[in-house]
């Protein structure tokens, strides 16, 4: 069977292509680490892929801000339908339909035990932690794509329990794999919880979704900041308070919403690219995280979803290329704050989540601005996200969207 994907093939440049159909083993190829190469995966399945979604931590790899490889196959936002189960699948069954964790986790390890998905130690020989279609984590092939293969099945799985009400709900439903349980987790380890005061830094697609996930927990006033009007605007949309970062620093903003220059809680939802806070803004990669602790109360908690990097190769600041910010740690020592960073764990969120969406109880496609392409028009996706375009784009590789619209 034929196999279309979106791969990374320069800085700036993403192309559909043909690739193999997956089967039960990891071969090599664009970004596999070579002790993963031959892997067998019994314990995995073939999904034809419902929808896929791109994603801000893809956007880093085509800006060629890391050291991606030409030919990664992108994607590690799926969500699909079980068309084939390995010899070693127990409980998953073919036709079920499914959200698959970013975060690959075998199940069996200290940490996954731990409910610490998001640093597996066996699926990745370089580090704790794996990804689809992702820079570093193990070469996992991604899923932007028509098929994809996902192991240790029965441990990452979230089987969806009426196939046609998931379909039904899709467009909400795929935000499951990551940047819902992503923006949530930002908020629960910020602190975030029934009338709270809670900032967001950053109105892309995790930050509108930590947004809609500080109001699901109760918070009192939820602000988001921002440079991009479109954004913000976004975020104004369903019931938050903003900032415009263009005119300065945010605290003199929150005092004039708040009557106090601080929050209870903060989200850093922008990460390593981070802009400092005035028009025209150059790029600055501790901006946030000195922002948060100046504006988050004495006591409080910062929640760091937001992409930290090891090696950043693009930076123009010789310290950030190799993953060294200048912090004001100092602040954050004095003011007693906690900070929660790394991946999120998904599967300590999902199934929740996926109860909220299932009975109206958030609309997470609609406060991201869910906008669905095909799997052919994802260069033109990922050039208008790039440009700053106020939607999460989501790829419909079978039609499985067709005429979906976020409610």
């Not at 799926?78 to 959200?99: A, K, L």
């Not at 509108?208 to 602000?223: F, P």
């Not at 501790?286 to 948060?292: D, E, G, I, K, P």
Request: with cysteine.
């Amino acid at each position: 069977m034929s196999n279309r994907a979106v791969a990374y093939i320069e800085p700036g440049k993403v192309e559909v292509e043909t690739i193999d159909y997956p089967g039960l083993e990891l071969k090599d190829g664009p970004g596999v680490a070579p002790a993963n190469v031959g892997r067998k995966c019994r314990h995995g399945v073939i999904l034809k892929v419902l929808s896929t979604n791109i994603c801000g931590s893809d956007q880093h790899m085509v800006r060629g801000r890391t050291t991606a490889p030409a030919g990664l196959v992108l994607g590690h936002e799926i969500t699909g339908e079980v068309v084939e189960r390995g010899p070693d699948v127990e409980f998953v069954q073919v036709g079920d339909v499914v959200s698959v964790p970013f975060n690959i986790a075998c199940g069996r390890c200290r940490n996954c035990k731990e409910r610490k998905t998001g640093i597996c130690l066996n699926v990745n020989p370089a580090r704790p932690g794996a990804a689809y279609g992702y820079v570093d984590m193990g070469g996992w092939v991604g899923g932007q794509a028509e098929y994809v293969m996902v192991p240790y099945a029965d441990f990452n799985l979230l089987v969806f329990p009426d196939p046609d009400q998931a379909r039904e709900k899709l467009l909400d439903l795929t935000m499951l794999s990551d940047i819902f349980p992503t923006g949530f987790h930002g908020v629960v380890t910020a602190g975030g919880g029934v009338g709270s005061t809670v900032y967001v830094a950053g109105a892309g697609p995790v930050g509108l979704a930590a947004a809609a996930s500080a109001q699901l927990l109760g918070a009192a006033v939820v602000i988001v900041g921002d440079l991009n009007a479109e954004r913000l605007a976004q975020a104004r949309s369903f019931g938050c308070e903003t900032v415009d970062l263009t005119k300065g620093s945010p605290e003199e903003q929150i005092d004039q919403i708040l009557g106090v220059p601080e929050v209870d809680a903060s989200v850093d939802a922008v990460g390593f690219e981070a802009r400092e806070h005035a028009k025209n803004a150059e790029e600055a990669p501790a901006t946030v995280l000195n922002s948060l602790m100046t504006l988050t109360r004495a006591g409080g908690a910062l929640g760091i979803p937001g992409l930290y990097v090891t090696d950043d190769p693009g930076s123009a600041d010789p310290d950030a290329q190799a993953g060294t910010l200048k912090m004001r740690l100092g602040l954050g020592w004095a003011k007693s704050h906690v900070f929660t960073t790394g991946q999120c764990p998904v599967m300590r969120y999902h199934r929740a989540l996926m109860q909220a969406i299932l009975h109206d109880r958030v609309h997470i496609a609609k406060a991201v601005n869910a906008t669905v392409l095909s799997l052919e028009d994802a260069p033109r996706g990922y050039a208008e996200f790039d440009k700053g375009a106020s939607r999460k784009y989501v790829l419909d590789p079978h039609g499985a969207l067709q005429g979906a619209q976020a409610a």
